[in-house]
């Protein structure tokens, strides 16, 4: 969506946030991106202030969560099951869908299963694993079955 660029990406955040505070038009993808912002009242003060957050390492190990890795696999879920790649995702997102009430909470249960994927993935230096992916999300709809 906006390359490697983490600066771009951070800027692009933050200006969509500016522009709707502004009350400006927004492009298609500024409005997903406020779709997601607005899930997230804990990070506006950081797109509200992009200069302390532009270069800002956020480390996990200090408890911290980097805002805008967080927003960006918001939308990555979503553009995933919208385009239902990796095949079969949309069907298991709906699936899950039904068997939890909280889609807010439902995509952060994907966004770890992507975001562990992701991890393996540059670990490993290669491409993410489609199917161990999915198997992931299978994992969470028997989770959720269970617990229903």
């Known amino acids: 969506m906006f390359g ?10 933050s200006s969509a946030w500016q522009k709707f505070l502004a009350r400006q038009p ?3 993808l500024e409005d997903q991106l406020i779709a997601v912002i607005q899930k997230h009242p804990e990070y506006h003060p950081i797109l509200e202030d992009i200069d302390s957050g532009l270069e800002r ?5 200090q408890g911290e969560t980097n805002p805008f890795l967080h927003l960006a696999l918001h939308l990555a879920v979503a553009e995933q ?3 239902d790649r990796p095949g079969g995702i949309r069907q298991l997102y709906q699936t899950l869908s039904g068997a939890q009430q909280d889609s807010h909470r439902l995509e952060h249960q994907i966004m770890d299963c992507l975001a562990d994927q992701l991890w393996l993935a540059q670990q490993q ?12 999300l299978q994992r969470l709809l028997q989770q959720n079955k269970t617990s229903h």
Request: charged fraction near 35%.
């Open 4 to 13: 490697n660029d983490r600066s771009a990406l951070r800027r692009q955040f």
């Open 125 to 136: 230096q290669h491409a993410p694993d489609e199917t161990r992916y999915l198997e992931c």
């Open 57 to 61: 390492e956020f480390r996990t190990e």
């Open 81 to 83: 099951v919208a385009t």
């Open 26 to 28: 927004l492009s298609p």
